[in-house]
Antibody, heavy 116, light 110 residues
Framework: EVQLVQSGAEVRKPGESLKISCKGSGYSFTSYWIAWVRQMPGKGLEWMGI????????IYSPAFQGHVTISADKSISTAYLQWSSLRASDTAMYYC?????????WGQGTLVTVSS | QSALTQPRSVSGSPGQSVTISCTGT?????????VSWYQQHPGKAPKLMIYDVTKRPSGVPDRFSGSKSGNTASLTISGLRAEDEADYYCCSYAGSYTYVFGTGTKVTAL
């Protein structure tokens, strides 16, 4: 079974750093792009960017470029989304998903709460 | 990259058909046959319902169908059921390995 399992919920203060993860299983992790998608509380889905774990080629949405970093460690079939300085407005659910020209499957989501 | 435009909500009686529109531009929806649709129940991760405009993944009921005309894609649910109540999002390829989601539509079975 193709599966993406994300790390657990996180609570941080503004200005702190954070790295969340997405582990793939049941398929060749290096052969498919992984996407990250944000969903702010009560809001819609926003495409953040994608990474190709085979060579770490990464494409960002202009809306997120410069504020987040997407990376991957193919040796452990895991993709990452990280922030060096969180803002309160980063409070959201973050999903990873395997990309073809659609997104399937999706991880279960990681809730990030940023509050002082 | 602006979000694709969807109606905020649609509703219908059980057994009726409802259609959700998804309007973009010639740079996304109109330019590629890579529109997908996702169903999201409260507190759950999105689920793929339609890909490549009209294709249905294994396990998705055939009452879900997709189409596209120009810069507007549509998802139709024929024979609406109570379990179809959810939020629905379209998504389109926008070139250069980028994607854009729709604003989302809440479907209600009256």
């Amino acid at each position: 079974e193709v599966q993406l399992v994300q790390s657990g919920a996180e609570v941080r203060k503004p200005g702190e750093s954070l790295k969340i993860s997405c582990k793939g299983s049941g398929y060749s992790f290096t052969s498919y792009w992984i996407a990250w998608v944000r969903q702010m509380p009560g809001k819609g889905l926003e495409w953040m960017g994608i990474i190709y774990p085979g060579d770490s080629d990464t494409i960002y949405s202009p809306a997120f470029q410069g504020h987040v970093t997407i990376s991957a460690d193919k040796s452990i079939s895991t993709a990452y989304l990280q922030w060096s300085s969180l803002r309160a407005s980063d409070t959201a659910m973050y999903y990873c998903a395997r990309r073809e020209n659609w997104f399937d499957p999706w991880g279960q989501g990681t809730l990030v709460t940023v509050s002082s | 990259q602006s979000a694709l435009t969807q109606p905020r909500s649609v509703s219908g009686s059980p057994g009726q058909s409802v259609t959700i529109s998804c309007t973009g531009t010639s740079s996304d929806v109109g330019g590629y046959n890579y529109v997908s649709w996702y169903q999201q129940h409260p507190g759950k991760a999105p689920k793929l319902m339609i890909y490549d405009v009209t294709k249905r993944p294994s396990g998705v009921p055939d009452r879900f169908s997709g189409s596209k005309s120009g810069n507007t894609a549509s998802l139709t649910i024929s024979g609406l059921r109570a379990e179809d109540e959810a939020d629905y999002y379209c998504c389109s390829y926008a070139g250069s390995y980028t994607y854009v989601f729709g604003t989302g539509t809440k479907v209600t079975a009256l």
